[in-house]
């Protein structure tokens, strides 16, 4: 098992900044990808931004590239995602995820989830 915590989330007004960070702890030996989710009000998880863990490919939905970046800290397990330039339409819990290798196949975990609200 992988347990994903997330942290950083906050009430930020537009054009404001945040840094979500998600450290994983448990089974994280064969740690394929982490990446961000979220989900607004209303609608459904859909993808944010992601990176390999080895290789470091790195992955954004075209609503968030040039205002947020993901980055990773394969020492202590962590992914970090800076939003910058947030805007209202960012409101949403913001969900890490981590795939992880088992054999051939492979094991998705979720966090909690955390809370971004951006004020216009």
């Known amino acids: 098992q992988v347990r994903l915590v997330e942290s950083g989330g906050g009430l930020v007004q537009a054009g404001g900044s945040l840094r979500l960070s998600c450290a994983a702890s448990?089974?994280?030996?064969?740690?394929?990808?982490m990446g961000w989710f979220r989900q607004a009000p209303g609608k459904e998880r859909g993808f944010v931004a992601a990176?390999?863990?080895?290789?470091?490919?790195?992955y954004y939905d075209n609503s968030v590239k040039g205002r947020f970046t993901i980055s990773r800290d394969t020492a202590k397990n962590t992914v970090f995602l800076q939003m910058n330039n947030l805007q209202p339409e960012d409101t949403a819990v913001y969900y890490c995820?981590?795939?992880?290798?088992?054999?051939?196949?492979?094991?998705?975990?979720w966090g909690q989830g955390t809370q971004v609200t951006v004020s216009s």
């Open positions: 995820q981590s795939t992880v290798r088992v054999g051939s196949d492979t094991d998705d975990y």
């Open positions: 448990g089974r994280t030996y064969g740690t394929y990808a």
């Open positions: 990176t390999g863990w080895s290789g470091g490919r790195i």
